[in-house]
Protein backbone atom coordinates (compact mmCIF):
# COMPACT_ATOMS: atom_id res chain seq x y z
CA UNK A 1 0.00 0.00 0.00
CA UNK A 2 1.32 3.49 0.79
CA UNK A 3 4.11 2.17 2.59
CA UNK A 4 5.67 1.33 -0.80
CA UNK A 5 6.12 4.69 -1.86
CA UNK A 6 6.93 5.91 1.70
CA UNK A 7 9.78 3.72 1.36
CA UNK A 8 10.25 4.87 -2.30
CA UNK A 9 10.42 8.43 -1.41
CA UNK A 10 12.51 7.74 1.64
CA UNK A 11 15.41 6.32 0.03
CA UNK A 12 15.31 8.51 -3.83
CA UNK A 13 14.74 11.80 -1.95
CA UNK A 14 18.41 11.48 -0.79
CA UNK A 15 20.04 8.47 -2.77
CA UNK A 16 21.67 10.12 -4.70
CA UNK A 17 13.17 12.31 -11.34
CA UNK A 18 6.66 7.75 -20.02
CA UNK A 19 7.94 5.75 -21.93
CA UNK A 20 11.05 7.64 -24.00
CA UNK A 21 10.22 6.91 -27.44
CA UNK A 22 13.38 5.49 -29.77
CA UNK A 23 14.86 8.16 -31.12
CA UNK A 24 18.06 7.88 -33.99
CA UNK A 25 21.54 9.20 -32.85
CA UNK A 26 22.31 11.23 -36.38
CA UNK A 27 25.66 10.75 -37.16
CA UNK A 28 25.57 13.98 -39.69
CA UNK A 29 28.33 17.02 -39.91
CA UNK A 30 30.07 18.43 -36.42
CA UNK A 31 28.34 21.65 -34.76
CA UNK A 32 30.52 24.54 -33.83
CA UNK A 33 31.91 23.64 -30.75
CA UNK A 34 30.84 25.36 -27.52
CA UNK A 35 32.29 27.42 -24.98
CA UNK A 36 34.31 25.68 -22.49
CA UNK A 37 32.42 26.84 -19.09
CA UNK A 38 34.13 26.81 -15.33
CA UNK A 39 33.06 24.18 -12.95
CA UNK A 40 31.87 27.02 -10.83
CA UNK A 41 29.40 28.03 -13.84
CA UNK A 42 27.66 25.01 -13.55
CA UNK A 43 27.55 23.96 -9.66
CA UNK A 44 28.02 27.82 -7.91
CA UNK A 45 25.19 29.00 -6.06
CA UNK A 46 22.79 30.80 -7.95
CA UNK A 47 22.59 34.55 -7.53
CA UNK A 48 18.95 34.34 -6.47
CA UNK A 49 16.99 30.97 -6.50
CA UNK A 50 13.85 29.18 -4.72
CA UNK A 51 11.50 32.25 -5.00
CA UNK A 52 8.17 32.17 -3.43
CA UNK A 53 5.30 34.74 -3.11
CA UNK A 54 3.64 35.99 0.16
CA UNK A 55 0.04 34.83 1.10
CA UNK A 56 -0.54 38.68 0.59
CA UNK A 57 1.61 38.70 -2.32
CA UNK A 58 3.14 41.91 -0.75
CA UNK A 59 6.47 40.46 -0.40
CA UNK A 60 8.50 38.08 -2.49
CA UNK A 61 10.88 35.55 -0.84
CA UNK A 62 14.16 34.02 -2.46
CA UNK A 63 17.80 32.21 -1.88
CA UNK A 64 20.67 34.04 -2.15
CA UNK A 65 24.10 33.35 -0.75
CA UNK A 66 25.67 34.68 2.50
CA UNK A 67 28.90 33.44 3.07
CA UNK A 68 28.61 30.93 0.52
CA UNK A 69 25.69 29.47 1.77
CA UNK A 70 22.22 29.38 0.36
CA UNK A 71 19.89 32.06 2.89
CA UNK A 72 16.32 33.87 2.65
CA UNK A 73 15.76 37.36 1.37
CA UNK A 74 13.10 39.19 1.23
CA UNK A 75 11.22 42.57 -1.29
CA UNK A 76 8.74 43.70 -1.34
CA UNK A 77 6.43 43.30 -4.48
CA UNK A 78 5.05 46.00 -6.41
CA UNK A 79 1.22 46.54 -6.78
CA UNK A 80 1.99 47.82 -10.64
CA UNK A 81 3.35 44.45 -11.57
CA UNK A 82 6.61 44.94 -12.37
CA UNK A 83 10.01 43.30 -10.99
CA UNK A 84 11.17 44.16 -7.32
CA UNK A 85 13.94 46.36 -6.84
CA UNK A 86 16.20 43.39 -5.76
CA UNK A 87 18.53 46.29 -4.30
CA UNK A 88 16.74 46.92 -1.23
CA UNK A 89 15.66 42.97 -0.30
CA UNK A 90 16.83 42.59 3.20
CA UNK A 91 18.22 39.23 4.32
CA UNK A 92 16.25 37.41 6.48
CA UNK A 93 18.81 34.40 7.39
CA UNK A 94 22.72 34.00 8.19
CA UNK A 95 23.18 30.15 8.77
CA UNK A 96 26.74 29.65 7.29
CA UNK A 97 28.04 25.95 7.69
CA UNK A 98 25.21 24.41 4.78
CA UNK A 99 22.81 25.96 2.57
CA UNK A 100 18.98 25.87 4.02
CA UNK A 101 17.72 22.71 2.34
CA UNK A 102 14.32 23.70 1.64
CA UNK A 103 11.47 27.05 3.38
CA UNK A 104 7.84 28.29 3.11
CA UNK A 105 6.12 31.12 3.86
CA UNK A 106 3.71 30.41 7.37
CA UNK A 107 1.32 33.59 6.79
CA UNK A 108 2.35 36.99 5.87
CA UNK A 109 4.81 36.93 9.07
CA UNK A 110 6.57 33.95 9.61
CA UNK A 111 8.89 31.86 7.27
CA UNK A 112 10.22 28.59 8.23
CA UNK A 113 12.64 26.52 6.80
CA UNK A 114 14.67 23.25 7.58
CA UNK A 115 18.38 22.16 8.45
CA UNK A 116 20.48 19.53 9.19
CA UNK A 117 23.43 19.62 10.84
CA UNK A 118 27.01 18.23 8.37
CA UNK A 119 24.78 16.06 6.37
CA UNK A 120 23.46 13.59 9.20
CA UNK A 121 19.37 14.39 8.10
CA UNK A 122 18.56 15.53 11.36
CA UNK A 123 15.86 17.71 10.16
CA UNK A 124 14.60 20.64 12.51
CA UNK A 125 12.39 23.29 11.66
CA UNK A 126 13.06 26.58 12.38
CA UNK A 127 11.19 29.91 12.37
CA UNK A 128 11.82 33.05 11.05
CA UNK A 129 9.99 36.27 11.86
CA UNK A 130 9.67 38.32 8.76
CA UNK A 131 9.51 41.77 10.58
CA UNK A 132 12.10 41.37 13.45
CA UNK A 133 14.29 38.78 12.01
CA UNK A 134 13.86 36.54 15.45
CA UNK A 135 15.06 33.10 14.76
CA UNK A 136 13.27 30.43 16.93
CA UNK A 137 14.48 26.39 16.31
CA UNK A 138 10.88 24.91 16.74
CA UNK A 139 12.28 21.15 17.21
CA UNK A 140 15.41 22.14 19.42
CA UNK A 141 16.06 18.46 20.24
CA UNK A 142 19.26 16.60 19.41
CA UNK A 143 19.05 13.48 17.01
CA UNK A 144 15.47 13.69 15.77
CA UNK A 145 14.28 14.07 12.36
CA UNK A 146 11.41 16.49 12.14
CA UNK A 147 8.96 16.95 9.22
CA UNK A 148 5.48 18.95 8.07
CA UNK A 149 2.96 16.99 8.14
CA UNK A 150 0.55 19.95 7.04
CA UNK A 151 1.66 23.98 6.86
CA UNK A 152 -2.25 24.82 8.63
CA UNK A 153 -2.41 27.42 5.43
CA UNK A 154 -5.70 28.69 7.39
CA UNK A 155 -4.31 28.79 10.78
CA UNK A 156 -2.10 31.71 10.65
CA UNK A 157 0.01 30.76 14.17
CA UNK A 158 0.66 27.17 14.32
CA UNK A 159 1.43 23.93 11.96
CA UNK A 160 2.09 20.02 12.15
CA UNK A 161 5.40 18.65 12.46
CA UNK A 162 6.16 14.92 13.10
CA UNK A 163 9.29 14.08 14.86
CA UNK A 164 10.91 11.01 16.06
CA UNK A 165 12.16 12.00 19.95
CA UNK A 166 10.23 9.38 21.77
CA UNK A 167 11.36 6.76 19.30
CA UNK A 168 14.10 6.90 16.95
CA UNK A 169 12.13 4.36 14.81
CA UNK A 170 8.63 6.37 14.96
CA UNK A 171 7.37 9.59 14.24
CA UNK A 172 4.70 11.23 16.62
CA UNK A 173 2.57 14.34 15.71
CA UNK A 174 2.09 17.79 17.18
CA UNK A 175 0.72 21.05 17.13
CA UNK A 176 3.42 24.05 17.64
CA UNK A 177 3.11 27.72 17.51
CA UNK A 178 5.46 29.19 15.10
CA UNK A 179 5.83 32.27 17.13
CA UNK A 180 6.58 30.75 20.52
CA UNK A 181 7.76 27.09 19.62
CA UNK A 182 5.09 25.95 22.02
CA UNK A 183 4.34 22.21 21.03
CA UNK A 184 1.16 19.92 21.69
CA UNK A 185 0.94 16.32 21.41
CA UNK A 186 -2.01 15.48 18.59
CA UNK A 187 -0.94 11.97 17.56
CA UNK A 188 0.87 9.13 18.86
CA UNK A 189 2.46 6.52 17.24
CA UNK A 190 1.65 3.26 18.49
CA UNK A 191 4.67 1.78 16.70
CA UNK A 192 3.74 1.11 13.28
CA UNK A 193 2.37 4.28 11.61
CA UNK A 194 4.61 5.37 8.55
CA UNK A 195 2.51 8.05 7.46
CA UNK A 196 -0.44 10.91 8.34
CA UNK A 197 -3.33 12.28 6.85
CA UNK A 198 -4.87 15.23 7.41
CA UNK A 199 -7.99 16.83 6.19
CA UNK A 200 -8.81 19.94 4.72
CA UNK A 201 -9.30 21.41 8.62
CA UNK A 202 -5.95 19.98 9.68
CA UNK A 203 -7.71 17.32 11.97
CA UNK A 204 -5.41 13.76 11.72
CA UNK A 205 -8.05 11.70 10.42
CA UNK A 206 -5.73 8.84 7.58
CA UNK A 207 -2.83 6.58 8.69
CA UNK A 208 -0.96 4.26 7.12
CA UNK A 209 0.83 1.17 9.17
CA UNK A 210 3.43 -1.33 8.14
CA UNK A 211 4.33 -4.58 9.37
CA UNK A 212 7.17 -4.56 6.90
CA UNK A 213 5.12 -6.51 4.31
CA UNK A 214 1.73 -5.65 4.37
CA UNK A 215 0.10 -2.19 4.87
CA UNK A 216 -2.95 -0.79 6.16
CA UNK A 217 -4.71 2.32 5.87
CA UNK A 218 -6.58 3.42 8.83
CA UNK A 219 -9.29 6.22 9.56
CA UNK A 220 -11.26 8.00 12.61
CA UNK A 221 -14.21 10.37 11.65
CA UNK A 222 -12.39 12.83 14.04
CA UNK A 223 -9.55 13.31 16.26
CA UNK A 224 -12.02 12.25 19.22
CA UNK A 225 -12.04 8.94 17.97
CA UNK A 226 -9.98 5.92 17.49
CA UNK A 227 -8.23 4.60 14.46
CA UNK A 228 -9.58 1.81 12.78
CA UNK A 229 -7.95 -0.37 9.74
CA UNK A 230 -10.11 0.03 6.74
CA UNK A 231 -7.90 -1.75 4.30
CA UNK A 232 -4.99 -4.11 4.21
CA UNK A 233 -2.81 -5.08 1.06
CA UNK A 234 0.92 -6.27 0.41
CA UNK A 235 3.63 -3.48 -0.14
CA UNK A 236 3.62 -4.60 -3.53
CA UNK A 237 0.45 -2.81 -3.73
CA UNK A 238 -0.14 0.58 -4.09
CA UNK A 239 -3.16 2.59 -2.37
CA UNK A 240 -1.21 5.90 -1.62
CA UNK A 241 -4.20 8.65 -0.12
CA UNK A 242 -2.92 11.92 -1.08
CA UNK A 243 -5.86 14.53 -0.15
CA UNK A 244 -9.35 14.29 1.06
CA UNK A 245 -12.22 15.64 -1.51
CA UNK A 246 -13.51 19.31 -0.46
CA UNK A 247 -16.68 18.03 1.59
CA UNK A 248 -13.58 16.02 4.23
CA UNK A 249 -15.66 12.99 3.31
CA UNK A 250 -13.38 10.87 0.66
CA UNK A 251 -9.91 10.77 -0.60
CA UNK A 252 -8.13 11.36 -3.65
CA UNK A 253 -5.52 8.33 -3.70
CA UNK A 254 -2.96 6.55 -6.20
CA UNK A 255 -3.79 3.30 -6.75
CA UNK A 256 -2.59 0.14 -8.65
CA UNK A 257 -5.11 -2.14 -7.17
CA UNK A 258 -5.97 -4.92 -9.85
CA UNK A 259 -4.13 -2.84 -12.49
CA UNK A 260 -0.23 -2.69 -13.68
CA UNK A 261 -0.23 1.46 -13.19
CA UNK A 262 -0.88 4.03 -10.70
CA UNK A 263 -4.63 5.48 -11.28
CA UNK A 264 -6.22 8.43 -9.58
CA UNK A 265 -9.28 7.39 -7.61
CA UNK A 266 -12.11 8.48 -5.39
CA UNK A 267 -11.21 6.11 -2.01
CA UNK A 268 -14.37 5.73 0.90
CA UNK A 269 -11.89 5.74 4.10
CA UNK A 270 -14.97 3.99 5.59
CA UNK A 271 -15.15 0.95 3.67
CA UNK A 272 -11.67 0.68 1.16
CA UNK A 273 -13.64 1.03 -1.99
CA UNK A 274 -12.56 3.06 -4.83
CA UNK A 275 -14.15 4.81 -7.65
CA UNK A 276 -13.55 3.98 -11.40
CA UNK A 277 -10.31 5.46 -12.25
CA UNK A 278 -10.89 9.71 -12.71
CA UNK A 279 -7.73 9.15 -14.99
CA UNK A 280 -5.22 6.92 -15.54
CA UNK A 281 -2.55 6.37 -18.34
CA UNK A 282 -1.86 2.78 -20.02
CA UNK A 283 1.59 3.52 -20.29
CA UNK A 284 3.09 4.90 -17.35
CA UNK A 285 2.21 5.65 -13.82
CA UNK A 286 0.35 8.78 -12.80
CA UNK A 287 2.87 11.02 -10.37
CA UNK A 288 1.36 12.98 -8.83
CA UNK A 289 -2.49 15.48 -8.64
CA UNK A 290 -2.95 19.43 -7.64
CA UNK A 291 -6.28 21.39 -6.53
CA UNK A 292 -7.33 24.68 -6.10
CA UNK A 293 -7.42 25.54 -2.25
CA UNK A 294 -9.38 28.77 -3.00
CA UNK A 295 -11.91 27.28 -5.72
CA UNK A 296 -12.17 23.74 -4.21
CA UNK A 297 -11.99 22.23 -7.50
CA UNK A 298 -9.01 19.29 -8.37
CA UNK A 299 -7.01 21.17 -10.98
CA UNK A 300 -4.70 18.62 -12.67
CA UNK A 301 -2.79 15.26 -12.57
CA UNK A 302 0.34 14.91 -13.33
CA UNK A 303 2.57 11.80 -15.30
CA UNK A 304 6.21 11.43 -16.83
CA UNK A 305 6.54 9.81 -20.29
CA UNK A 306 9.77 10.95 -21.31
CA UNK A 307 8.91 14.53 -19.89
CA UNK A 308 6.31 15.28 -18.00
CA UNK A 309 3.19 16.17 -18.59
CA UNK A 310 -0.56 17.27 -17.54
CA UNK A 311 -4.05 15.95 -17.69
CA UNK A 312 -6.59 18.95 -16.46
CA UNK A 313 -9.55 18.54 -14.42
CA UNK A 314 -9.80 22.55 -14.51
CA UNK A 315 -10.44 24.83 -17.47
CA UNK A 316 -9.47 27.61 -15.45
CA UNK A 317 -6.14 25.95 -14.80
CA UNK A 318 -5.90 25.05 -18.33
CA UNK A 319 -6.87 28.20 -19.50
CA UNK A 320 -3.96 29.67 -16.85
CA UNK A 321 -1.49 27.46 -18.13
CA UNK A 322 -2.21 28.49 -21.68
CA UNK A 323 -1.58 31.83 -21.47
CA UNK A 324 1.45 31.24 -19.38
CA UNK A 325 3.09 28.70 -22.27
CA UNK A 326 2.00 32.18 -25.23
CA UNK A 327 4.18 34.28 -22.82
CA UNK A 328 7.07 31.80 -22.51
CA UNK A 329 6.95 29.92 -26.01
CA UNK A 330 10.01 27.08 -26.78
CA UNK A 331 9.80 26.35 -23.00
CA UNK A 332 8.64 23.66 -20.32
CA UNK A 333 6.28 26.19 -17.73
CA UNK A 334 5.74 25.49 -14.22
CA UNK A 335 3.64 26.92 -11.72
CA UNK A 336 5.55 26.75 -8.34
CA UNK A 337 3.79 28.74 -5.66
CA UNK A 338 0.86 31.82 -5.47
CA UNK A 339 -0.36 33.58 -3.13
CA UNK A 340 -3.80 32.97 -1.22
CA UNK A 341 -5.96 35.22 -3.30
CA UNK A 342 -4.71 32.52 -6.48
CA UNK A 343 -4.08 35.31 -8.87
CA UNK A 344 -0.24 35.74 -9.01
CA UNK A 345 1.86 33.40 -9.61
CA UNK A 346 5.45 32.51 -9.43
CA UNK A 347 6.41 30.80 -13.04
CA UNK A 348 8.84 28.60 -13.65
CA UNK A 349 10.44 27.92 -17.84
CA UNK A 350 12.85 25.51 -18.40
CA UNK A 351 14.53 23.22 -21.01
CA UNK A 352 17.15 20.88 -20.94
CA UNK A 353 19.58 23.02 -21.74
CA UNK A 354 18.75 25.46 -19.27
CA UNK A 355 17.22 25.79 -15.69
CA UNK A 356 15.68 28.73 -17.00
CA UNK A 357 14.36 31.80 -15.75
CA UNK A 358 11.59 32.23 -12.71
CA UNK A 359 8.54 35.12 -13.50
CA UNK A 360 6.23 36.46 -11.52
CA UNK A 361 2.79 36.55 -13.06
CA UNK A 362 -0.16 38.82 -12.11
CA UNK A 363 -3.47 36.64 -13.84
CA UNK A 364 -5.86 39.55 -13.27
CA UNK A 365 -4.23 41.94 -15.60
CA UNK A 366 -2.50 39.40 -18.27
CA UNK A 367 0.72 40.70 -17.09
CA UNK A 368 4.75 38.61 -16.66
CA UNK A 369 7.70 40.03 -14.69
CA UNK A 370 10.91 38.44 -14.63
CA UNK A 371 12.45 37.43 -11.78
CA UNK A 372 15.65 36.40 -12.59
CA UNK A 373 18.12 33.86 -14.56
CA UNK A 374 19.01 30.80 -12.27
CA UNK A 375 22.00 30.17 -13.79
CA UNK A 376 22.85 33.55 -15.69
CA UNK A 377 26.58 31.96 -16.00
CA UNK A 378 25.54 29.17 -18.97
CA UNK A 379 24.02 30.01 -21.90
CA UNK A 380 21.66 27.77 -23.73
CA UNK A 381 22.77 27.80 -26.86
CA UNK A 382 26.17 26.44 -25.44
CA UNK A 383 24.26 23.61 -23.86
CA UNK A 384 23.67 19.90 -25.43
CA UNK A 385 20.28 18.48 -25.84
CA UNK A 386 18.79 15.87 -23.65
CA UNK A 387 17.15 13.24 -26.05
CA UNK A 388 15.35 10.24 -25.32
CA UNK A 389 16.46 7.11 -26.35
CA UNK A 390 15.45 3.26 -25.69
CA UNK A 391 16.79 -0.13 -26.57
CA UNK A 392 16.18 -3.83 -25.77
CA UNK A 393 17.40 -5.51 -22.89
CA UNK A 394 19.27 -9.80 -22.91
CA UNK A 395 15.77 -10.97 -22.03
CA UNK A 396 13.33 -8.63 -24.61
CA UNK A 397 12.70 -5.68 -21.85
CA UNK A 398 11.91 -2.65 -23.26
CA UNK A 399 14.67 -0.15 -21.22
CA UNK A 400 14.11 3.62 -21.49
CA UNK A 401 16.52 6.22 -21.22
CA UNK A 402 18.63 9.54 -22.33
CA UNK A 403 21.52 10.19 -24.38
CA UNK A 404 23.23 13.85 -24.24
CA UNK A 405 25.83 14.44 -27.02
CA UNK A 406 28.83 16.62 -26.35
CA UNK A 407 27.43 19.76 -28.32
CA UNK A 408 29.86 19.79 -31.44
CA UNK A 409 30.48 16.45 -32.04
CA UNK A 410 29.38 13.41 -33.59
CA UNK A 411 27.31 10.84 -32.70
CA UNK A 412 30.31 8.57 -33.21
CA UNK A 413 33.14 6.71 -31.72
CA UNK A 414 32.42 9.24 -28.25
CA UNK A 415 33.82 9.18 -25.08
CA UNK A 416 31.03 7.95 -23.15
CA UNK A 417 29.57 8.70 -19.00
CA UNK A 418 27.33 5.73 -18.35
CA UNK A 419 25.38 7.33 -15.17
CA UNK A 420 22.88 5.04 -13.20
CA UNK A 421 20.19 6.62 -11.40
CA UNK A 422 20.37 6.33 -7.63
CA UNK A 423 17.34 4.81 -5.46
CA UNK A 424 17.09 2.46 -7.00
CA UNK A 425 13.67 3.07 -6.78
CA UNK A 426 13.74 5.81 -8.85
CA UNK A 427 14.06 7.31 -12.49
CA UNK A 428 15.78 9.52 -14.91
CA UNK A 429 14.15 12.88 -16.08
CA UNK A 430 14.33 15.03 -18.85
CA UNK A 431 15.57 18.39 -17.91
CA UNK A 432 18.57 20.46 -17.25
CA UNK A 433 20.97 18.56 -15.32
CA UNK A 434 24.45 20.42 -14.49
CA UNK A 435 26.01 17.18 -14.06
CA UNK A 436 25.13 15.74 -17.69
CA UNK A 437 25.40 19.45 -18.82
CA UNK A 438 29.12 19.77 -17.15
CA UNK A 439 30.46 16.30 -18.28
CA UNK A 440 29.16 16.68 -22.06
CA UNK A 441 30.69 20.58 -22.10
CA UNK A 442 33.97 18.29 -21.24
CA UNK A 443 33.09 16.23 -24.86
CA UNK A 444 31.69 13.27 -23.02
CA UNK A 445 28.58 11.87 -24.37
CA UNK A 446 26.05 11.21 -20.86
CA UNK A 447 24.01 7.83 -21.07
CA UNK A 448 21.22 7.24 -18.39
CA UNK A 449 19.06 4.81 -18.32
CA UNK A 450 15.92 3.96 -16.57
CA UNK A 451 16.81 -0.06 -15.26
CA UNK A 452 14.24 -2.38 -14.49
CA UNK A 453 12.67 -1.27 -10.99
CA UNK A 454 12.92 2.44 -12.22
CA UNK A 455 9.60 3.95 -10.89
CA UNK A 456 7.00 5.25 -12.81
CA UNK A 457 6.60 2.49 -15.40
CA UNK A 458 4.31 -0.11 -13.66
CA UNK A 459 4.47 -2.47 -10.89
CA UNK A 460 5.54 -5.44 -12.89
CA UNK A 461 8.50 -3.31 -14.27
CA UNK A 462 9.34 -1.95 -10.80
CA UNK A 463 8.90 -5.75 -9.34
CA UNK A 464 11.37 -7.35 -11.78
CA UNK A 465 14.00 -4.99 -9.68
CA UNK A 466 13.90 -7.79 -7.10
CA UNK A 467 16.27 -9.13 -5.24
CA UNK A 468 18.17 -8.14 -9.13
CA UNK A 469 21.02 -5.66 -7.14
CA UNK A 470 24.20 -6.62 -9.19
CA UNK A 471 21.86 -9.28 -11.42
CA UNK A 472 19.45 -8.60 -14.24
CA UNK A 473 19.63 -5.01 -12.87
CA UNK A 474 22.89 -4.75 -14.05
CA UNK A 475 22.00 -6.55 -17.12
CA UNK A 476 20.25 -3.39 -17.80
CA UNK A 477 22.97 -1.12 -17.72
CA UNK A 478 25.50 -3.55 -19.46
CA UNK A 479 22.93 -4.12 -22.87
CA UNK A 480 22.82 -0.29 -22.90
CA UNK A 481 26.57 0.25 -23.01
CA UNK A 482 26.51 -2.43 -25.67
CA UNK A 483 23.76 -0.76 -27.80
CA UNK A 484 25.79 2.47 -27.65
CA UNK A 485 28.95 0.27 -29.14
CA UNK A 486 26.59 -1.27 -31.74
CA UNK A 487 25.30 1.88 -33.19
CA UNK A 488 28.76 3.14 -33.13
CA UNK A 489 28.15 6.23 -30.60
CA UNK A 490 30.60 5.00 -27.84
CA UNK A 491 33.96 4.06 -28.12
CA UNK A 492 34.36 0.99 -26.34
CA UNK A 493 38.00 1.89 -25.40
CA UNK A 494 37.13 5.02 -23.72
CA UNK A 495 33.59 4.04 -22.07
CA UNK A 496 33.67 5.36 -17.93
CA UNK A 497 30.44 4.98 -15.40
CA UNK A 498 29.77 7.34 -12.88
CA UNK A 499 27.09 7.21 -10.13
CA UNK A 500 25.87 8.23 -6.45
CA UNK A 501 23.89 6.14 -3.97
CA UNK A 502 22.60 3.12 -5.85
CA UNK A 503 24.17 4.67 -8.92
CA UNK A 504 27.40 4.25 -7.05
CA UNK A 505 26.69 0.66 -6.34
CA UNK A 506 25.85 0.07 -9.92
CA UNK A 507 29.15 1.85 -10.53
CA UNK A 508 31.35 -0.80 -8.38
CA UNK A 509 28.89 -3.54 -9.55
CA UNK A 510 29.90 -2.42 -13.13
CA UNK A 511 33.45 -3.03 -12.85
CA UNK A 512 33.33 -5.41 -11.00
CA UNK A 513 31.06 -8.05 -12.99
CA UNK A 514 32.22 -6.71 -16.23
CA UNK A 515 35.96 -5.45 -15.54
CA UNK A 516 36.66 -5.10 -19.60
CA UNK A 517 33.50 -2.77 -19.94
CA UNK A 518 34.62 0.07 -18.07
CA UNK A 519 37.92 1.84 -18.28
CA UNK A 520 37.38 4.53 -15.69
CA UNK A 521 34.27 4.87 -12.79
CA UNK A 522 33.61 7.36 -10.20
CA UNK A 523 31.37 5.98 -7.20
CA UNK A 524 29.89 8.65 -5.24
CA UNK A 525 28.28 7.90 -1.78
CA UNK A 526 27.73 4.22 -3.04
CA UNK A 527 27.16 0.73 -1.23
CA UNK A 528 29.62 -1.95 -1.14
CA UNK A 529 28.55 -4.25 0.64
CA UNK A 530 25.14 -5.43 1.01
CA UNK A 531 25.58 -7.10 4.89
CA UNK A 532 26.91 -4.18 6.53
CA UNK A 533 24.43 -1.98 4.35
CA UNK A 534 21.51 -3.64 6.01
CA UNK A 535 22.99 -3.20 9.20
CA UNK A 536 23.96 0.87 9.17
CA UNK A 537 20.55 2.03 7.76
CA UNK A 538 18.59 5.25 9.66
CA UNK A 539 16.52 3.74 12.66
CA UNK A 540 13.90 5.65 10.80
CA UNK A 541 13.87 2.97 8.54
CA UNK A 542 13.59 0.20 10.50
CA UNK A 543 9.78 -0.59 9.99
CA UNK A 544 10.61 -1.53 6.20
CA UNK A 545 13.30 -3.81 6.87
CA UNK A 546 11.58 -6.47 6.07
CA UNK A 547 10.17 -4.95 2.59
CA UNK A 548 14.24 -4.66 2.13
CA UNK A 549 14.56 -8.27 2.30
CA UNK A 550 12.15 -8.72 0.06
CA UNK A 551 13.33 -6.03 -2.31
CA UNK A 552 17.15 -6.20 -1.92
CA UNK A 553 17.51 -10.13 0.05
CA UNK A 554 17.58 -11.44 3.26
CA UNK A 555 21.01 -11.24 5.36
CA UNK A 556 20.50 -14.71 6.35
CA UNK A 557 17.83 -16.45 3.98
CA UNK A 558 19.35 -14.66 1.18
CA UNK A 559 23.47 -15.20 2.12
CA UNK A 560 24.79 -16.42 -1.02
CA UNK A 561 22.80 -14.08 -3.04
CA UNK A 562 24.23 -11.04 -0.87
CA UNK A 563 27.49 -11.90 -1.59
CA UNK A 564 27.74 -12.64 -4.74
CA UNK A 565 26.17 -8.90 -5.26
CA UNK A 566 28.55 -7.17 -2.91
CA UNK A 567 31.08 -5.57 -4.77
CA UNK A 568 33.44 -5.91 -1.99
CA UNK A 569 33.86 -9.49 -1.94
CA UNK A 570 35.21 -9.58 -5.39
CA UNK A 571 37.47 -6.84 -5.79
CA UNK A 572 39.88 -9.55 -7.21
CA UNK A 573 37.90 -9.45 -10.43
CA UNK A 574 38.17 -5.25 -10.78
CA UNK A 575 41.28 -3.81 -12.51
CA UNK A 576 39.68 -0.26 -13.44
CA UNK A 577 40.81 3.00 -11.96
CA UNK A 578 38.26 4.43 -9.23
CA UNK A 579 38.04 7.09 -7.34
CA UNK A 580 36.00 7.16 -4.24
CA UNK A 581 34.16 10.20 -3.24
CA UNK A 582 32.07 9.77 0.46
CA UNK A 583 30.55 12.08 3.01
CA UNK A 584 31.73 11.31 6.31
CA UNK A 585 28.16 11.91 8.17
CA UNK A 586 26.38 9.79 5.59
CA UNK A 587 23.25 8.35 7.50
CA UNK A 588 22.35 6.41 4.70
CA UNK A 589 25.03 4.94 3.26
CA UNK A 590 27.77 4.82 6.32
CA UNK A 591 31.24 5.66 5.25
CA UNK A 592 32.33 2.19 6.50
CA UNK A 593 31.11 1.30 3.05
CA UNK A 594 33.59 3.58 0.83
CA UNK A 595 36.43 2.58 3.61
CA UNK A 596 35.99 -1.56 3.16
CA UNK A 597 36.11 -1.10 -0.88
CA UNK A 598 39.33 1.82 -1.16
CA UNK A 599 40.95 -0.94 1.65
CA UNK A 600 40.28 -4.07 -0.31
CA UNK A 601 41.36 -2.14 -3.33
CA UNK A 602 44.40 -0.45 -1.97
CA UNK A 603 45.71 -4.17 -0.48
CA UNK A 604 45.51 -5.26 -4.39
CA UNK A 605 47.26 -2.56 -5.64
CA UNK A 606 44.63 -0.78 -7.73
CA UNK A 607 44.40 2.39 -8.39
CA UNK A 608 41.57 4.23 -6.33
CA UNK A 609 41.57 8.12 -5.59
CA UNK A 610 39.74 8.90 -1.83
CA UNK A 611 37.77 11.84 -1.50
CA UNK A 612 36.13 12.37 2.40
CA UNK A 613 33.89 15.64 3.31
CA UNK A 614 34.10 15.32 6.99
CA UNK A 615 30.85 18.16 6.79
CA UNK A 616 28.84 16.20 4.58
CA UNK A 617 26.37 13.68 4.46
CA UNK A 618 25.04 11.74 1.54
CA UNK A 619 26.26 13.75 -1.31
CA UNK A 620 28.37 17.03 -1.44
CA UNK A 621 25.59 20.16 -1.14
CA UNK A 622 28.54 22.82 0.15
CA UNK A 623 29.67 24.88 -2.45
CA UNK A 624 33.38 24.63 -2.37
CA UNK A 625 33.16 20.78 -1.54
CA UNK A 626 31.15 20.58 -5.01
CA UNK A 627 34.14 22.21 -6.62
CA UNK A 628 36.51 20.17 -4.98
CA UNK A 629 34.40 16.76 -6.56
CA UNK A 630 33.95 17.68 -9.74
CA UNK A 631 37.21 19.12 -10.15
CA UNK A 632 38.69 16.11 -9.54
CA UNK A 633 35.77 14.05 -11.32
CA UNK A 634 36.70 16.23 -14.06
CA UNK A 635 40.96 15.31 -14.31
CA UNK A 636 40.33 11.91 -13.15
CA UNK A 637 37.80 11.13 -16.44
CA UNK A 638 40.20 12.76 -18.55
CA UNK A 639 43.04 11.35 -18.04
CA UNK A 640 41.60 6.92 -18.60
CA UNK A 641 38.81 8.45 -21.09
CA UNK A 642 41.28 10.89 -23.19
CA UNK A 643 38.48 13.08 -24.10
CA UNK A 644 39.62 16.00 -26.52
Not at 12 to 24: E, F, I, M, Q, Y
Not at 147 to 162: E, F, M, N, S
Not at 194 to 216: F, L, P, Q, Y
Not at 592 to 602: I, P, R
Request: charged share 25%.
Amino acid sequence: MQTSLLLRNAICSGWLLTLAVSVPISAGQPMTTSKRYEIKDFFGNPERSGYQISPDAKTISFMAPFERRKNIHIVGLPADGSAPDFAKAKRLTGETTRDIAGYFWKGDGHILYVKDFGGDENFHVVSVDVKTGEVKDLTPIPKIQAGIVDDLRDDPQHILVQYNQRNPQVFDVYKINVATGVSTLVAENPGNITGWVTDHKGAVRVATTTDGVNSSLLYRATEKDAFKTVLTTDFRTTVGPMFFTFDNQNLYAMSNRDRDKTALVILDPTTGKESKPLFENAEVDLSGAEYSRKRKVLTTVSFETWKNQRHYFDKATHALHTKLEKHLPGFDVAIQNSNLAEDTFIVAAYSDRTPGARYVYHAKTDKLAKLGEINAHVQADDMATMKPVSYTSRDGLKINGYLTLPKGKVAKNLPVIVNPHGGPWARDSWGFNPEIQFLANRGFAVFQMNFRGSTGYGRAFWEKSFKQWGKTMQDDITDGVQWLIKEGIADPKRVGIYGGSYGGYATLAGVTYTPDLYAAAVDYVGVANLFTFMKTIPPYWAPFLKMMYEMVGDPEKDKDLLTSSSPVFHVDKIKTPLFVAQGANDPRVNKNESDQMVEALKKRGIEVQYMVKDNEGHGFHNEENRYDFYGAMEGFFTKHLQAK
